[in-house]
C-alpha cells in the first residue's frame, strides 16, 4: 500500500469514528485535546478579564497572561500538523464546505502562519513588551512576516465554492437550496477576511505609528483603541482556532454543513459590530487609515486580479504594504 492509498484508508476510518466517546476519549490524541481545553481556557479567562476591567489594567497586569491564549492557539495548530497527516496534501480544500469532507493538511500550515501573526498583535497591544521589541522592531517583523508569507499555502476561497457545488452537484429542490446558502457563507468569509485583514493593518501601525510620530504614550493607543484591537485579536485568534473544533464535528457527522458555515461566520461577524462599536468612539489616525485603505485596494482590484505567480503577487503586496507605511509614518 502506497502512501497516498494509507493516508485515505486513514481517513476513511477517521470518518468512521463518530460516536461522541470516540470525540471526546482523551487517550487518542491526548496532546491535541489538553491544548484544545487549555486554549478554551485561556480564552474565555481572557475575555472575562477583558470584560471586567479597564482596558490599560488588564494589559498592565496581565501581559504575560495577555499572550498565552495565542500561544496556547499555536500549540493546538502544531498539535494538528502532528497528528493530522493523513489529511489531504492539496493546497486547496475543496471540501471545506461541504458534507462529509474535510480541510486539507494545507490548511493547518496556513492557519499556524495566522496564529504567528495573531501572537505578534497580541505583543504590540502591551505597552511593557516595548523594552523586548520596540516599534521599528515591531514593524519590520510584521513585514517580514508578510514577505515570508509566499512559502506558506493560501487558501482560495473560489475552491471552496467549487468543491461545495461538486460534492453536492447531484443535489436539487431544498437541499440545492442550502448549498446555495452555504456558498453565500463561503463570500462572507471572505469579506468578513478582507475587514478583519484591512482593520488589523490599522490597528497594528497605529500601535506603531505613536513612537514614528513622536507623541505622548496613549496619544493613539488610548482605553478605546487598545480594546478594540484586543476583541479584534480575540476574534480572529478564535475563528481560525475553533475551525479544527466546527471541521471535526462536521466531518464526523456531528453537525451539518449548513449548521457548520453558520458557525464559522457568526462569531467573527459578532467580533467585527463589537470591534467597530469601540473602535468609533476614538479619532482615527487618518494617516493610517488611508494606508490601510489604499493597500487593500490595491490588494484586490490591482494584485489579486493580475495573471502572475503566487510568488510575485506576494511580493508586489509587500512592496505595497513597505510603501503606504512608509508614507504613513512621514505623515507628520
Known sequence: MTASEQDKAELSHEAGKNTLASLLNPFTRSDHKILGFSYLVLVFTQLYLVTTRDTLQYLDEHPWFHIAPSLCAMGVCISALRNFRFLPRKRENPGMFANNRTFSYAFLVENLWFQVLILLYSISQCSYYRQYFEPPVQTFLMLYLFATRELVPKTSYVSWKQGNEKVNHQL?????????????????????????????????????????????????????FLLAFTYISMDAQWNVTAAFFLQTLKFKGFISAELFSFLFNITPVLGFIVTMRYLFTEPLVWSVMISAIIDTFFNLYVIYPAKRSAEWKNRAQVIVKTLVVAGAMAWH
Open 172 to 224: 436539487s429542490g431544498m437541499d440545492r437550496f442550502w448549498v446555495s446558502v452555504i456558498n453565500m457563507n463561503v463570500k462572507l468569509v471572505r469579506w468578513n477576511y478582507v475587514l478583519k485583514k484591512t482593520l488589523g493593518f490599522y490597528l497594528f501601525f497605529t500601535v506603531q505609528a505613536e513612537w514614528f510620530h513622536g507623541v505622548p504614550e496613549g496619544t493613539y493607543n488610548n482605553t478605546g
